[in-house]
Nanobody, 122 residues
């Protein structure tokens, strides 16, 4: 069973950086693609980034490309999202998700964390 717990959210100013972490207490972490999604108030959940189970492939949403970096440490069952040059429009609840799949899927994830709030003030 996959159990994802996010951490690292908070309140920052525009231009600041923040690093999110997501740890999985399950047994199949290393075979899952891992993604980050976010949801702003009144908006649909949005794809942010994904990393393949090997860590060799990544994909990013257009709004974060060049500013965010996803990485993973399979030995620690943890995936990270380094967020630089944050903007107020990056505000939202950030969710970690896992999918038993090859490659870097953007949809139909099987497991979700509870989310961590990121607020960027202008």
């Amino acid at each position: 069973q996959v159990q994802l717990v996010e951490s690292g959210g908070g309140l920052v100013q525009a231009g600041d950086s923040l690093r999110l972490s997501c740890t999985d207490s399950g047994r199949t972490f290393s075979t899952n693609a891992l993604g980050w999604f976010r949801q702003a108030p009144g908006k649909e959940r949005e794809f942010v980034a994904v990393i393949s189970w090997t860590g060799g492939s990544t994909d990013y949403g257009d709004t974060v490309k060049g500013r965010f970096t996803i990485s993973r440490d399979n030995a620690k069952n943890t995936v990270f999202l380094q967020m630089n040059s944050l903007k107020p429009e990056d505000t939202g609840v950030y969710y970690c998700a896992a999918k038993n799949a090859v490659g870097t899927p953007r949809w139909e994830y099987d497991y979700w964390g509870q989310g961590t709030q990121v607020t960027v003030s202008s």
